[in-house]
């Protein structure tokens, strides 16, 4: 390999492993970053729908019990910008903070579940 060639490998790794560092930054920023305890006073508000235990009380809501962390702080947020719509929900996420919402998300994540495949 040339010396330039050399370069440009090194500034191409250097700029991946830098991508890299970024990515896994925002994803610690997405996760982890909730309390759960704090999560389950703030979830009080959730349990007309989506019950104390995250299994949907009604037919409209989901069931977040056990779901990614990821996704439920996606969604929450989804809701909070108005790109996601829903009656209930919007009126409810436009009130959350960040750390609400990353709150919410660890609890309601905290959840085990199990499945029975059917035979």
């Known amino acids: 390999m040339t010396n330039k060639t050399t370069r440009l490998a090194a500034t191409t790794l250097g700029l991946l492993a830098a991508a890299g560092a970024l990515s896994l930054v925002t994803l610690a920023d997405a996760l982890g970053a909730g309390n759960a305890s704090a ?4 979830a009080k508000i959730c349990r007309t729908c989506h019950g104390v235990d995250g299994v949907a009380k ?6 977040i019990a056990g779901e990614s962390e990821l996704y439920l702080v996606k ?45």
């Open 39 to 42: 999560g389950r006073e703030k």
């Open 58 to 63: 009604i037919p409209t809501a989901a069931t």
């Open 75 to 119: 969604q929450l947020k989804a809701f909070r910008a108005g790109e996601r719509k829903d009656p209930q929900m919007s009126i409810i996420a436009e009130k959350l903070s960040d750390e609400d919402i990353a709150d919410l998300a660890a609890w309601f994540s905290s959840f085990k579940i199990t499945v029975e495949v059917p035979e």
